[in-house]
């Protein structure tokens, strides 16, 4: 699965687009979005997903059940 | 995206800049022994110092900066620039998710700027407002957890308009990687908030941390903050960076700690502490806020403040400003300079007329401590007695403002050794949770109760009786005369009644710090 953000709760802080070891993350219609293609929930890179571990909203990056879950 | 966020990429590279530390401190040391204006005893220290007081280097620092000195704040502006809205931790006073343009408190911004469109803003305020003295990075998240953008803003202001002082404010946790690159920039004012030097009470402010790429919780998380941010004041300090420590006073939580705090700072060399009363309103959404914890009243806050002056400069004169404030300290003009309203504006940077305008403001300032100077003699009828008064007046250390005009009061505290600024109340109307407006004059009388009279330039029939029932002594015949001066007269003729038997002298009660949103931008 890739990780996808919530847009509603999103504050538009930026910090994930820094962050993120795939340049997954990108400013889209005044939120941010994670390209699906591009997002390997940080396997390989870090312990725990960027994104997750940074974002200043709980239950803001989550992950997407419509992807299957990433095999590095 | 070059910004290496968080990594210790920065290694401590040359030492030019630096200077011996022991040299710093014997500074430091120094200057704290000021608030001896020429004899005139004890002032509110560093904040309220003059030129008398400091070494020069330092006076030349601090002497046009409105956070770092108080007698600046009542004549030069400051502006911050919001470029920088990521950040590395989580306070739990903060929630990033609330902003409304009419509110005033740290952490909240309307519009997100490049550090092109930052540099354009400073330029355009500048050229506008000829007091406007110091440009500060100061969210809305942290300066350095944006270090790419922060460093940016900075290289291009300080290409255009080298005049102007740059300064930040950072939680600290990357403070150390990057002391550096600020003293590269001639940044010379770094503020860090640092709200605990011991984990036990930490963990209960600081829900979590990003460090080394992990988000680390509890005691854990608060233990590697207090380490950064102790380790990145004492490399400041190392440099000459002057370094103001602000602290959010938290009842119930870190507010007798902040004393352990205050000695912590002041003896890694910090020029100023700043301890600031919670903002925890419920419709801010903050766990603070929604847990119910209160912030402290104006006696509690000035209480703490009087325990930790001792021997170390207190600011009493923080307004909480939003990360893109705009104005004198107290006011906020942002809403002149959108981004929309800055790129079409026609700028002209005239720096000769900036001198001039701020030569006038010197000259100003000199007068008005000349004529404090002349009121000193004859305060020993007060013994032992002190008290407060509030003063209505829109800068310039005069009483220039309408009693009902009037969005915040300056508080000085009267004593046998003078005239002292001890802090502000906003009195602006504010909205209650969405319940409304509350009665404004009962507002100011819940604002000032624990002042004995009220300074204004002028002032209705019926607001006069009102606060002579409240027992505030409503004062007008000072109108546009100088502050201190005039509390100073007022005073001996207070002692002089008291002395005939014409008054009895008490205590007044505490009062309210206020809460909440602003309510009305500009009136």
């Known amino acids: 699965m890739a990780y996808k953000i919530v847009g509603s709760q999103c504050t538009n802080c930026t910090a994930c687009e820094a962050l993120c070891p795939n340049l997954a993350i990108s400013e889209a219609k005044g939120t941010f979005v994670i390209d699906p293609a591009k997002c390997t929930e940080c396997i390989g890179h870090f312990d725990t997903p960027q994104c997750v571990a940074i974002c200043p909203v709980d239950e803001t990056c989550v992950l997407d059940t419509a992807y299957p879950r990433y095999v590095a | 995206m070059t910004e290496a966020m968080f990594e210790d990429s920065h290694s401590n590279g040359s030492d030019d800049s630096a200077v011996d530390i022991a040299d710093v401190m014997q500074k430091m040391a120094e200057h704290k ?75 909240v911004v309307s519009e997100r700027l490049t550090p092109e469109q930052a540099s354009k803003k400073v330029l355009a305020v500048a050229s506008t407002i000829p007091q406007m003295t110091v440009l500060g990075i100061a969210g809305p998240g942290d300066p350095l957890a944006n270090p790419g953008k922060t460093f940016e803003t900075f290289r291009l202001i300080s290409e255009v308009a080298p005049d102007i002082k740059l300064c930040l404010s950072t939680n600290g946790l990357a403070l150390p990687d990057w002391v550096d690159e600020i003293a590269k920039y001639k940044v010379d004012h770094v503020t860090i908030t640092i709200n605990m030097i011991d984990p036990e009470v930490g963990q209960h402010i600081y829900p979590w941390i990003f460090w080394e790429n992990k988000r680390l919780q509890g ?86 403040q009087d325990d930790c002056e001792g021997d170390m400069n207190m600011m009493r004169h923080c307004r909480q400003c939003r990360a893109d404030a705009v104005g004198l300290l107290g006011e906020d003009r942002s809403a002149e300079f959108t981004t929309d309203k800055i ?74 050794t003078g005239a002292k600024f001890v802090g502000h109340r906003r009195v602006d109307l504010y909205c209650q949770g969405g319940y409304g407006e509350e009665d404004a004059l009962d507002t100011v009388i819940k604002a000032i109760n ?17 606060l002579q029932a409240a027992g505030i002594e409503p004062v007008d015949q000072y109108a546009h005369e100088f502050i201190e001066k005039s509390a100073l007269v007022w005073f001996k003729d207070y002692l002089a009644k008291i002395e005939a038997g014409e008054i009895v002298h008490s205590d007044r009660g505490d009062a309210a710090i206020r809460q909440g949103a602003l309510l009305s931008q500009a009136s």
């Open chain 2, 33 to 107: 022994g000021c608030g001896t204006e020429g004899g005139s005893g004890k002032a509110s220290c560093g904040s309220s110092g003059g030129p008398e007081d400091m070494p020069t280097e330092i006076w030349e620092k601090v002497k046009n900066h409105p956070c770092y000195s108080e007698e600046a704040h009542h004549h030069y502006a400051r502006m911050h620039v919001a470029v920088a809205p990521a950040c590395n931790i989580q306070c739990n006073y903060c929630n990033r998710k609330y902003d409304c343009a009419n509110e005033s408190r740290p952490g």
């Open chain 2, 219 to 304: 005691y854990e998380a608060a233990k590697i903050l207090t380490e950064r941010q102790l380790l990145g004041l004492e490399m400041l300090t190392e440099r000459g960076i002057l370094a103001k420590i602000n602290s959010v006073m938290i009842p119930g939580i870190n507010d007798r700690h902040l004393i352990e705090v205050n000695k912590a700072v002041k003896s890694r060399g910090a020029f100023l502490h700043n301890i600031m009363p919670l903002i925890s309103a419920p419709e801010h959404g903050t766990v603070f806020g929604l847990n119910g914890q209160r912030g402290p009243t104006a006696q509690e806050l000035k209480a703490l």
């Open chain 2, 343 to 416: 790129m079409a504006m026609e700028v002209n940077y005239d720096s000769a007329g900036r001198k001039a305008y701020q030569e006038a403001v010197e000259a100003e300032r000199q007068a008005k401590v000349a004529a404090k100077k002349d009121e000193l003699d004859g305060l020993e009828l007060a013994g032992d007695m002190k008290l407060l008064v509030a003063v209505a007046t829109k800068g310039h250390g005069i009483i220039n403002e309408h009693f009902g005009h009037a969005k915040e009061f300056q508080i000085y505290e009267l004593s046998q």
């Open chain 2, 450 to 466: 624990d002042c004995h009279a009220v300074f204004v330039a002028k002032i209705g029939g019926c607001p006069k009786s009102d």
